[in-house]
């Protein structure tokens, strides 16, 4: 099993994205913006970082990279597409999901560890949650703020596409305290905060039973990974 | 060289940080007459030739696909000079 994790200009987190795919038992490979190659992945990780410094938009020159021909032609035909933080951002850029994100409504970049529950585990990313699942994972973001119009926003409510909410206090002004959603389809997932920091004991967020040891996020990962065995 | 002006606003209904930063350094400075201030963009393209029915077509496409986000700015406006 071979999950692709693409590295734009000012990714950030793509190590981190590969670790967490090692540790959930795939291999990741390493892929680069600037080709039209995704060497015959069976799943792509677009991970976090602030890609050619934000300009103009969050993801917004990222999201017509040459690769992205590829991972939209990809997406289209059912391939796993998880995009965390600025992957995220370039998902809703490129089309793939729907809404945008704006600067946090208070004005500030946030780091916590948050709370968020999982609402449709019925996605190739969250299988293995149960229903209503309550996780905490890092997040990290200027540009959190997820937004789209009353109609967008009641249809993925009412289609059950509002995959991760924010439980407790919503960090960034996000509409509805989304914080991650997902396509019709149920193989392209965007969520704001980082599972892939959240992976391995020592590593990760606090718990009730030790420092660091929250590893919550490795179940978007094994999820994939069990989706596409099951395939 | 003519150079077209394209100007974009987050959208009315938004809330814009950073206008409402800038908004609250105003007031503190005494100046509490502007009660409101919103940030936009304007983008300066310029082209080597005359400028063409084509190339109004790419500007205005450029303009709503690539320098703006429907889902949160509009294209308040497109700015041509003035014919030579």
């Known amino acids: 099993m071979r999950i692709g994790?693409?590295?734009?200009?000012?990714?950030?987190?793509?190590r981190d994205a590969q670790r967490a795919i090692r540790i959930a038992g795939a291999e990741p490979v390493a892929l680069w913006h600037g080709e039209h190659d995704l060497h015959g992945v069976d799943a792509l990780v677009l991970p976090g970082g602030f890609s050619y410094g934000d300009y103009?938009?969050?993801g917004a020159i990222a999201s017509v990279s040459p690769i992205m021909a590829e991972v939209i032609d990809a997406a289209n035909k059912g391939m796993p597409v998880l995009g965390i933080c600025n992957g995220f951002q370039m998902l809703t850029e490129a089309h793939l999901l729907p809404g945008g994100l704006i600067r946090n409504d208070h004005g500030h970049f946030v780091r916590r560890d948050q709370a968020l529950r999982v609402e449709n585990v019925d996605t190739v990313w969250t299988n293995e949650f149960a229903a209503n699942?309550?996780?905490?994972?890092?997040?990290?973001?200027g540009e959190g703020g997820f937004i789209a119009s009353e109609h967008e926003l009641d249809r993925l409510e009412?289609?059950?596409?509002?995959?991760f909410r924010y439980l407790g206090t919503n960090p960034n002004g996000s509409l509805r305290d989304i914080a991650g959603i997902t396509n019709e389809r149920g193989n392209v997932v965007g969520l704001m905060p980082h599972p892939e920091h959240a992976v391995e004991p020592g590593f990760g967020p606090d718990t009730p039973d030790a420092m660091r040891s929250g590893t919550d996020g490795l179940t978007l990962f094994t999820?994939?990974?069990t989706a596409l065995v099951s395939a | 060289m003519p150079t077209i002006l394209v100007e974009v606003m987050p959208k009315a209904e938004l809330l814009d940080p950073q206008g409402k930063a800038v908004s609250g350094a105003l007031t503190r400075l005494g100046k509490s007459e502007f009660s409101a201030v919103r940030i936009g963009k304007r983008f300066e393209l310029t082209v080597d030739g005359p400028i063409t029915d084509a190339i109004r077509a790419d500007v205005q496409h450029i303009a709503d696909e690539i320098l703006s986000n429907s889902v949160i700015e509009d294209v308040v406006a497109i700015t041509y000079p003035e014919a030579e």
Do not use: Q, W, Y
């Open chain 1, 223 to 225: 999820s994939a990974i």
């Open chain 1, 56 to 58: 103009l938009r969050a």
């Open chain 1, 133 to 141: 699942d309550e996780i905490v994972i890092p997040l990290k973001n």
């Open chain 1, 5 to 14: 994790v693409i590295t734009f200009p000012g990714s950030l987190d793509e």
């Open chain 1, 158 to 163: 009412g289609e059950g596409r509002v995959v």
